[in-house]
């Protein structure tokens, strides 16, 4: 089993829809939660970053964590076209030797 | 601006064939990451570096060496000895190994086999 796991999709949205990814992990120790976005053929650019459970909120993007089920979430509201991309969560513990540990990558497509 | 630079954008190897890839950053970090992404697998840490003079195996050492005696580099050169390198190769950087801040990537060099 993977310590991280994530839909691969695509998913498939129209314009203004809101979107729900997920990742669910394994790692009891994960404490720092990371979503990126990637375009194709270009590095993943962070979107969103918290600490433990609980919800963060920036502008159309907010971050979701449930660590007692281990598993957390990104909404996408009033979704755009330019927001398809492959979007990957990331995590690690608080270790100062711990890894990032990144799920798959969900390939998100909006259509006009 | 301030940010990771890698180059070169797309890379050939021939057989037998020692690459170097680049990874500059300007950003004034201390710790700097090699990744490689390959489709339908996430991003596997090769090699890692806390400082300056630095620098630790990830879970793919295998086949890939690594310098850091800058700052702001941290060369990834793919040895003949990796058998599979056809791969898209990541750079990322963070304020420090140590604090939890999130990484930040470049926008990769894609390596393909001639």
């Known amino acids: ?112 | 601006d301030g940010g990771i630079t890698q180059s070169p954008k797309y890379l050939f190897r021939k057989e037998g064939q020692n690459v170097t890839l680049s990874c500059e950053q300007n950003l004034n970090h201390d710790a700097m990451y090699w990744y490689r992404q390959d489709p339908g697998q996430g991003l596997r840490l090769i090699y890692y570096s806390q400082i300056v003079n630095d620098f630790q195996k990830g879970d793919i050492a295998e086949g890939y060496s690594v310098s850091r005696e800058k700052k702001e580099s941290f060369p990834l050169t793919v040895t003949s000895a990796q058998k599979n390198p056809t791969a898209f190769y990541l750079c990322a950087s963070s304020t420090d190994g140590y604090s939890n801040q999130p990484q930040h990537f470049g926008d990769g060099t894609r390596l393909s086999i001639l």
């Open chain 1, 1 to 112: 089993q993977k310590e991280v796991e994530q839909d691969p999709g695509p998913l498939s949205v129209p314009e203004g829809a809101i979107v729900s990814l997920n990742c669910t992990y394994s790692n009891s120790a994960f404490q720092y939660f990371m979503w990126y976005r990637q375009y194709s053929r270009k590095g993943p650019e962070l979107l969103m970053y918290t600490y433990s459970s609980g919800n963060k909120e920036d502008g159309r993007f907010t971050a979701q964590v449930d660590k007692s089920s281990k598993y957390i979430s990104l909404f996408i509201r009033d979704s755009q076209p330019s927001d398809s991309a492959t979007y990957l969560c990331a995590m690690r513990g608080w270790g100062n030797t711990d890894k990032l540990i990144f799920g798959t990558g969900t390939r998100l497509q909006v259509f006009p």
